[in-house]
């Protein structure tokens, strides 16, 4: 037996485990530092964050009373752990991951999954809230929010609308900009200004195909218009990636990738651009309309510093700044500095294949989550408001629709029958809003004007669907 002060007088085995255990050791942080970083305890800021993450998140899920909602979510943020990204591992109830995903497409513009089946998709992969930020559309918006109840996902009404920016006179030097838009689940006000500002930029998405067309036939390669419109669908304003699907489908070329690298790249040989407005004009819109304006992928900019400067200046919230392989430095830099929100999303089209990254794929830290939330909750509530008040002061077919615009199936799901405005309210605010939202004094004078407004005013009764 080795006594506690024994000192071996031959440590040549000793040292030569040691070493190897050393070795090991390495070895092993090696590997944790490959896979993302050692797990460690939430910190106090995550905690919080995620709580008030958890909050929002479910808050349409009236299974739990809000005192003991908030010692389930204090208990269970204790126990979570995170990577050394702040990326929460195991969030939500019953220990589900909590995966938001801040941009998607759908069939609705350039991507291949209908609304539906991109929820569907968006479930499978275990992401719980998703942003549908089609190109210059919301059309695919009601349907999204359809699938999702059927799922448990929450969905923020978002757009990617297509700019134009301008840094002098000389056209030459302008480039595309992509700012992305997030409204409250009840929409945006004053929709329809947004709806004819997309629309203009439809309408020049049609010229701007058939110019890329009629380039690609030029260089030999007949394309013909109604492949592409065929491709597209009804009703969908064509985007580059019809036109190389067009491509694909007749041969002319090997992938989508070969397309773009070839062809339709930004500046090539058929690129075309449409009616695209000026970037500071949507980002304006944006906030006009009640939405949080942010940047898509920076670092396909050709002058990203000028842009951002800009574009703060007039009104820009945030930019992209996490991608599937992480967080890109440089443009955190410039957030920080800007003073913008740090997001992404996986900009997923559902074309398939190695380029493009995964549905859900896009690790957000919680506070970073939790900081687009603190600012974006003001503007939404203050949207939501200002559509209740244009129904409060005139009850009208037009007004009510705004309200129910996107979420029609979920406000009227109930079998108990609607008798006045204040009902409509009182079905809806829960829905969109935190009990600390809905006690305001503006919400309170709307409900009281609403209690004297019958629900069939304006000559059509609103049909209350059951569950």
């Known amino acids: ?54 909050e929002w998140v479910f808050l349409d899920h009236p299974s739990t009373s809000s005192s003991s909602s908030s010692l389930s979510f204090s208990a269970a943020a204790a126990s979570f752990l995170v990577d050394d990204f702040g990326v929460q591992k195991s969030l939500g109830k019953g220990g589900e991951k909590m995966v ?21 998709k968006a479930h499978v992969n275990g992401v719980k809230v998703l942003a549908l930020t089609d190109h210059d559309t919301m059309a695919g918006i009601p349907e999204a929010l359809e699938a999702a109840r059927r799922f448990g996902i929450k969905i923020i009404p978002g757009v990617e609308i297509s700019t134009i ?22 929409g ?23 110019n890329m067309v009629s380039k690609l036939n030029k260089l030999n390669l007949p394309i013909k218009w109604e492949h592409v419109a065929r491709i597209a669908g009804k009703g969908v304003a064509p985007g580059r990636v019809h036109v190389a699907r067009a491509m694909l489908e007749a041969g002319y070329v090997e992938n989508l990738k070969q397309a773009f690298a070839r062809y339709l790249f930004d ?33 396909a900019l050709k002058n ?38 740090k997001l992404g999303g996986s900009d997923y089209h559902g074309r398939g294949g190695n380029s493009e990254s995964e549905l859900g794929s896009v690790n957000l830290p919680v506070v970073a989550v939790h900081d687009f939330l603190k600012l974006a909750r003001p503007i939404w509530c203050d ?53 600390e939202e809905r006690q305001n004094a503006d919400f309170e004078a709307i409900r009281l004007k609403l209690s004297h407004i019958s629900i069939n005013q304006g000559g059509t009764p609103i049909p209350v669907e059951s569950k």
């Open 1 to 54: 037996m080795v006594g506690d002060g024994h000192v071996p007088s031959s440590n040549s085995n000793c040292s030569n485990h040691n070493s190897k255990k050393t070795k090991d050791n390495k070895n092993n942080k090696k590997k944790k530092k490959k896979r993302g970083g050692s797990k460690k305890k939430m910190t106090p800021e995550q905690t919080l964050a995620f709580k008030s993450v958890s």
């Open 188 to 210: 945006p006000k004053r929709i329809e200004q947004l709806e004819m500002f997309l629309a203009n930029i439809r309408d020049g998405r049609f010229l701007r195909a058939k």
């Open 267 to 299: 500046g090539g040989p058929a690129y075309s651009t449409g009616s695209e407005p000026p970037a500071e004009e949507a980002i304006q819109l944006i906030c006009n309309t009640g939405g949080v304006a942010v940047l898509a992928h920076p670092w």
């Open 100 to 120: 938001f995903d801040l941009h998607s497409h759908s069939k609705c513009s350039d991507g291949f999954l209908s609304p539906t089946k991109l929820v569907e």
């Open 383 to 435: 949207a939501i408001r200002d559509i209740f008040e244009s129904y409060a002061e005139e009850p009208s077919d037009s007004n009510l629709a705004r309200i129910t615009r996107f979420g029609r199936t979920r406000i009227l799901k109930s079998g108990s029958p609607l008798s006045c405005g204040k009902d409509l309210i009182d079905r809806c605010l829960p829905l969109w809003l935190t009990n």
């Open 165 to 186: 920016f301008s840094p002098s006179e000389q056209s030459e030097l302008d480039e595309p900009v992509h700012i992305l838009a997030y409204y409250s689940s009840c």
């Open 304 to 341: 990203p510093v000028a842009v951002i400067r800009r574009l703060k200046e007039a009104g820009l919230h945030g930019m992209e700044v996490y991608r599937s392989d992480g967080k890109l430095a440089v443009y955190s830099d410039l957030a920080d500095f800007h003073g913008l929100l």
